[in-house]
């Protein structure tokens, strides 16, 4: 019995019990939530991590990207990012990796990891592709359902899966002609293999298919916007609204199938659109957990995209959103470093826990309330502990050490705190 099959039977499971618990929820509605489509716990039968939920009422979640390519292939440095992704928060972890040993990679996440494992199927089912017959467009329907059946089996937790983007949406695409027209790497696999063929998305056409296998790991279903805009210019378009409409029907089937759907929003998109674009989701697609990359407000923050994406994903996080994929500052670059994975991680989460404070996420102000206090009591250690990076903020303070100890070396002798202070006990 899945986890959408026990809530529906009004069975508490323990997986429930433990999110709950740690959300500070009530179990009963956690269970009906994920009986109705607007929470899930993503953990597949096979792994033995933490579950993790996402969705209404819940905390705001953060996924952090890794893997490798052609140009760069590490799998010790790989492991270092899952580790310090670990240490520094991240809630789930994604494997985009495309070059070297794929297999090895993943199987060292699903090993290691103690959080919740997503891959990209059509990234594995390509490079195969490649290598046996040398096209992408040669990749058989077969070729691709057994890796999404691999991944399943491997105990991978949930799978970005392109499955809005049909023969329908690619002819709005081309009578639109975007600035950008595909920039999702799965959307443009997809659409080469499409147009050479002459044929539907096989992840549309063989939804059935594809609700079964998740149906029996228990994998929950990433449904990717495969036209997510890739420039501001680009954001809530015909072409991106076509396949949202798609992804909210899909949403609605697996539902009734008994599996776990997470919806994928936009890259691109400015700051006045950004609330418009959440609410325009949770409309169309039930109100369903929504996972966003960024949003990234500007086009131009190269080499601090992570900072776009942060204030991108504090308003979408606030308006509703669930999940947000973290962006690293060396997105549109080249590979991330462990440092920039580090850095994505820390931008990420200070926007969740901002989304978090608006939504009145319970425990969330508790924070910033008990910095306030050891603010007010010139409490370093205390101050230290609870930032996103006290190593950092530790070797900051060493960097230009105050002659005082109480105070910080910017205000000195004119700590505002402590005048105030003095002034008010009329020292």
């Given amino acids: 019995m899945n986890k959408i099959e026990a809530a529906r039977k009004g069975i508490i499971t323990e997986e429930v019990r433990e999110v709950a618990a740690f959300e500070s929820i009530d179990a009963e509605r956690l269970s009906k939530d994920i009986a ?18 996402i969705g209404r009422g819940l905390s705001t979640k953060i996924n952090a990207n890794i893997g490798t390519s052609k140009d760069h292939i590490s799998v010790e440095e790989e492991r270092m990012k899952l580790e310090m992704i670990i240490k520094y928060g991240a809630d789930a972890v ?3 990796s495309t070059g070297g040993p794929l297999k090895e990679l993943r199987r060292t996440l699903t090993e290691k990891s103690p959080i919740s494992i997503g891959t990209v199927p059509i990234y594995e089912a390509v490079v195969m592709a490649v290598e046996k017959y040398g096209s992408i467009t040669k990749m058989t329907v077969d070729d691709l359902f057994d890796v999404i059946e691999a991944h399943g089996l491997e105990s991978v937790d949930f799978i970005t899966v392109h499955c809005g983007l049909t023969r329908n949406a690619i002819e709005h695409l081309k009578a639109q002609r975007r600035k950008l027209d595909v920039v999702s790497r799965g959307g443009a696999f997809l659409l080469e293999w499409m147009i050479y063929n002459d044929k539907e998305n096989p992840l549309y056409e063989n939804y059935d298919r594809l609700l079964e296998i998740a149906k029996k790991y228990d994998m929950t279903l990433s449904l990717g916007d495969g036209l997510r805009p890739g420039c501001i210019e680009d954001a809530t378009d015909r072409a991106q609204v076509e396949e949202l409409l798609t992804l909210g029907k899909l949403q609605k089937t697996a539902l009734e199938a008994g599996v776990q759907v997470i919806i994928e929003g936009p890259g691109h998109v400015p700051l006045n659109q950004v609330e418009m674009n959440i609410k325009l989701q949770k409309k169309l697609c039930n109100n369903a957990p929504f996972y966003v990359l960024g949003p990234l407000v500007t086009d131009i923050a190269m080499g601090y995209d992570h900072i776009a994406a942060a204030i991108g994903g504090a308003i979408a996080g606030a308006a509703g959103a669930d999940f947000l994929c973290y962006v690293t500052p060396s997105e549109h670059i080249r590979l991330p470093s462990v440092d920039d ?3 994505g991680v820390i931008a990420s989460k200070i926007a969740a826990h901002a989304a978090d404070i608006c939504k009145e996420v319970p425990g969330a102000l508790a924070k910033d309330q008990l910095m306030a206090k050891y603010r007010k009591g010139l409490d370093w250690k205390g101050q230290i502990s609870m930032s996103f990076n006290p190593e950092k903020v530790e070797k900051m ?20 705190i402590k005048t105030v202070e003095r002034a008010l006990a009329g020292r």
């Fill in 36 to 53: 109705d489509g607007f929470t899930v716990i993503t953990r597949n039968i096979n792994h033995n991590i933490k579950p993790l939920g």
């Fill in 94 to 96: 994604m494997d985009l």
């Fill in 341 to 343: 994975c580090i850095e």
């Fill in 397 to 416: 303070r060493e960097h230009i050490p105050p002659k005082e100890k109480e105070v910080c070396s910017m205000c000195a002798d004119f700590c505002a």
